[in-house]
């Protein structure tokens, strides 16, 4: 059974409206010298799929490689990207963060997730695993429809996974979530 019109409708404003009150709450808790969230969407993509090249990067990310690249330079000059020489093709490089790049990324992470979790502080554990689970599972079926050179999904997080250095959950190759999934 499909999805009607109008509950598509809904939850098309429903993501915009996210993502607008998830902009202003992370800017409101940004530091002044903090990368903005283009940047920090940037090293998010390149942690989660490194190495790799510019062009999968930018259709991951939706942007132009003109966009991109005024974006690499930036993470570059500060240090938390590396550029290296793609060893199937000498003329592409392969994208990675650098140390700092992945102490920046971990540092943005758990202050955002405090910040979130000030602002469910009226959640009960059970509410905010089951938001989650939901917007992961919506994030799996956009990027399933995406463009075919993007990397293929991940499976959903659960409570279930591990939390890396990095501090985001990363996946436990025995959830029984993970089996459902693939």
Known sequence: MSVGQSTAGELVH?????????????????????????????????????PLRASALAARLGIGPSALSRQLADLEQYGFVVRTPDPLDGRACLLSLSSQGRACLAETYERRAGTLREVLSGWTESEAEAASLSVRHLTLALRAAGPPDVPPPEAPRTALDSTGNDGRSHLDPASEIMKEER
């Open 14 to 50: 429903n993501i915009f409206d996210l993502q607008r009150a998830l902009r202003a709450v992370t800017a409101a808790g940004m530091k002044y010298s903090e990368l903005g969230p283009a940047h920090t969407g940037v090293l998010f993509f390149i942690d989660e799929g490194e």
